[in-house]
C-alpha cells in the first residue's frame, strides 16, 4: 500500500495563477483532509471530506476549493494564487468512526512569488 | 475552540537520556489525542494514539499517557538515540467532525 500520495512536491507560482494539488489514499478510508503548515502556526485545517460526496470547510478556507472526486481522490485547488499561501500543504486520511488515527501524506511545498 | 500547546518548543539532550515532552489543551472533551513525528521536509508519521477512555499507550520506547481532567499528555521517550531527533506534534481531535487541532510542535535534538 502506498497510503496517502500527493502530487507534485514542489510548485512555484507567480501571484494570480491557478492550481489543483491532487490527493489519493489506497487505504479505502471514508474522511479525507486538507491542512496547511506555516512556521510557528502549526497544522491548520482548510477543508475536510467527512465521506465521498462531502466537504466541508475548516478554520482557513479562504482563497481555496475542493473537489472529493471519489472516494480514493480528494483535491485542493487555489483559483487566484497569493503569496499569503505559500505554505506546506498536507493531506490526510482517516477511517470513519471517532476513534481512528489519521494518516498523512508526504506534503507539497508551495511558494508563491 | 480547542487550543493545544506543547512546551518547550525545543529541547536538546544527551544520547541515552530519557525525556518528557508536554502538550496540553483546552477542552477535555476530546476522542483521542495522537502524537505524531516529523523529520525536517517530510511529513508527519503517526506515533501513538490515545483514547478519551485509556490512561496510556505504548509503543517500543514511547509511552503516551492522557490526563483528560488537567487537560494534558505526556510523551515519555526512554533511552533517547541520535535518530529520535525531530519535532514530535500533538492533535487532540474534538467535535462531531472529529477534527484534529495541533500543538505547534516540540523540536527534539538527542546529540552523541
Known amino acids: 500500500n502506498a497510503g496517502v500520495t500527493q502530487t507534485p512536491k514542489f510548485q512555484v507560482l507567480k501571484t494570480g495563477q491557478s492550481m489543483t494539488l491532487q490527493c489519493a489514499q489506497d487505504m479505502n478510508h471514508n474522511s479525507m483532509y486538507w491542512y496547511r503548515q506555516d512556521p510557528g502556526m502549526g497544522l491548520r485545517l482548510i477543508y475536510y471530506?467527512?465521506?465521498?460526496?462531502?466537504?466541508d470547510k475548516g478554520e482557513v478556507p479562504n482563497g481555496y476549493n475542493v473537489s472529493r472526486l471519489n472516494k480514493r481522490e480528494f483535491s485542493l485547488r487555489l483559483e487566484s494564487a497569493a503569496p499569503s499561501q505559500t505554505s506546506v500543504y498536507f493531506c490526510?486520511?482517516?477511517?470513519?468512526?471517532?476513534?481512528?488515527?489519521?494518516?498523512f501524506g508526504p506534503g507539497t511545498r508551495l511558494t508563491v512569488l | 475552540k480547542q487550543e493545544v500547546t506543547q512546551i518547550p518548543a525545543a529541547l536538546s539532550v544527551p544520547e541515552g537520556e530519557n525525556l518528557v515532552l508536554n502538550c496540553s489543551f483546552t477542552d477535555s472533551a476530546i476522542y483521542n489525542l495522537q502524537w505524531f513525528r516529523q523529520d525536517p521536509g517530510k511529513g508527519l508519521t503517526s506515533l501513538l494514539l490515545i483514547q478519551s477512555s485509556q490512561r496510556e499507550q505504548t509503543s517500543g520506547r514511547l509511552n503516551a499517557s492522557l490526563d483528560k481532567s488537567s487537560g494534558r499528555s505526556t510523551l515519555y521517550i526512554a533511552a533517547s538515540q541520535p535518530g529520535d531527533s525531530a519535532t514530535y506534534l500533538c492533535a487532540a481531535r474534538t467535535g462531531t467532525a472529529s477534527k484534529l487541532t495541533f500543538g505547534t510542535g516540540t523540536r527534539l535534538q538527542v546529540t552523541l
Open positions: 471530506s467527512a465521506s465521498e460526496g462531502t466537504t
Open positions: 490526510a486520511s482517516r477511517q470513519g468512526g471517532s476513534y481512528n488515527e489519521q494518516f
